[in-house]
């Protein structure tokens, strides 16, 4: 039996796509959020450091998992947003995954998307006003607490 793309079910092809595109946005909306909270590009590593572990971690999380794809591990990680991109189309494409698992990870993921979109433009508002000095953390809790609703994102 030849394996290859043309062999691919086209219902893995779409799931590899809807994964790969809200994993890619949740990811780069993180990274620019935390990008926003700097004015110099030497602060740029520093800052980005907690989405970068947070990426490795699901990495290796699914990594693991190509060893046994049905275990526990795997199906808690299938419905954190910032795992899901890789756990459940990992899931997805070494055996049977129940469709309401699917949908309820995409809804979980797409929903984490917008959010991090509105987090990060919030964070973005605050990082342009508090330009030439990096935040701290009490300071950024303080003033995402302090923001004024008239924004709206």
């Known amino acids: 039996m030849m394996v290859g793309f043309f062999s691919t079910p086209p219902s893995l092809i779409v799931y590899a796509l ?3 595109i809200t994993g890619y946005f949740l990811y780069a909306f993180l990274y620019a959020a935390f990008a926003s909270l700097v004015s110099r590009v030497e ?6 450091m907690p989405v ?11 990594m693991q998992g190509m060893a046994d ?17 890789m756990a459940m189309f990992l899931r997805i494409s070494s055996g049977v ?3 309401i698992e699917i949908l309820i ?4 993921l797409i929903a984490t998307v917008f959010l991090t979109a509105w987090f990060g ?8 006003l508090m ?3 990096p935040p701290k953390l009490t300071e950024l809790r303080r003033m995402l607490k302090n923001y004024k609703s008239t924004y709206h994102v």
Do not use: C, D, H, Q
């Not at 794809?69 to 991109?85: G, Y």
């Open 131 to 133: 330009y030439g000095k």
């Open 97 to 99: 995954v129940p469709f």
């Open 18 to 20: 809807i994964f790969f």
């Open 69 to 85: 794809p049905s275990s526990t591990l795997m199906k808690v990680t299938s419905f954190i947003p910032f795992f899901a991109p």
């Open 105 to 108: 990870s995409i809804i979980l």
């Open 43 to 48: 602060e740029l590593n520093t800052v980005t």
């Open 121 to 128: 433009a919030r964070i973005y508002r605050m990082g342009v």
């Open 52 to 62: 970068v572990l947070l990426f490795v971690v699901a990495f290796l999380v699914s």
